[in-house]
């Protein structure tokens, strides 16, 4: 069978979307053999082309014109790893519209707008992707939509956020306060967008 080769057009190239390159450049071929897909990222959008990556592409494909991947005929794909609400949220919805799929790991995005990012993608019959937003990627997202289709899931129990589960781990385990394990979990880098709200509310 011919193998294919879908267009990769990324938004941001930070610490997750480098070692996304990396990783895709490292077992392209583990998994062109297995998908019968091979993925190539062709085109990323940064702030500053000129910043020295450790990433295996070429400068020619960086840009700071997000835009214009999303609208590029020549990407299959967007992968969304700005983080934040803008322009995430107007990049994805512009992708749907320039007829591309999306695949994101913005909790943030996906918490706040995730129903209207939803309704757009069915709108225009085209698909979002957030499993690696969800439970530090453990596949939960595919197999409840898919493999348990046919099934009626009343509920889920668990901690299934890193962060949290760090948090709590350091606080019942080490007896860390929640004020320090939250702390160490920011300097991690597990909790950088994690905003906390203490009440006292009964």
């Not at 077992?27 to 993925?39: K, N, P, Q, T, Y």
Request: a negative charge.
């Amino acid at each position: 069978m011919t193998e294919r080769t879908i267009r990769i057009g990324m938004l941001g190239c930070g610490t997750v979307g480098s070692a996304v390159v990396r990783m895709l450049a490292e077992h392209g071929d583990d998994i062109a053999m297995r998908a019968e897909v091979r993925l190539a990222v062709t085109r990323v959008a940064v702030r500053d082309v000129g910043r020295e990556r450790d990433v295996p592409v070429s400068r020619e494909v960086f840009t700071t014109d997000a835009s214009s991947i999303v609208a590029d005929p020549d990407v299959d794909i967007v992968l969304e790893l700005l983080g934040g609400m803008d322009p995430a949220k107007e990049l994805i919805l512009a992708s749907f519209a320039s007829g591309k799929p999306v695949v994101t790991a913005n909790k943030e995005l996906l918490a706040n707008v995730g129903r209207e990012l939803f309704d757009s993608a069915d709108a225009a019959s085209r698909d979002i992707r957030f499993e690696a937003a969800v439970a530090g990627g453990i596949p939960l997202i595919a197999p409840l939509k898919e493999s348990l289709a046919g099934e009626r899931v009343l509920r889920m129990l668990g901690i299934v956020n890193g962060t949290t589960n760090y948090v709590l781990t350091q606080m019942s385990e080490h007896g860390w306060t929640f004020e320090d394990a939250l702390a160490e979990a920011q300097r991690l880098g597990l909790g950088e967008h994690l905003r906390v709200v203490v009440t006292n509310d009964r």
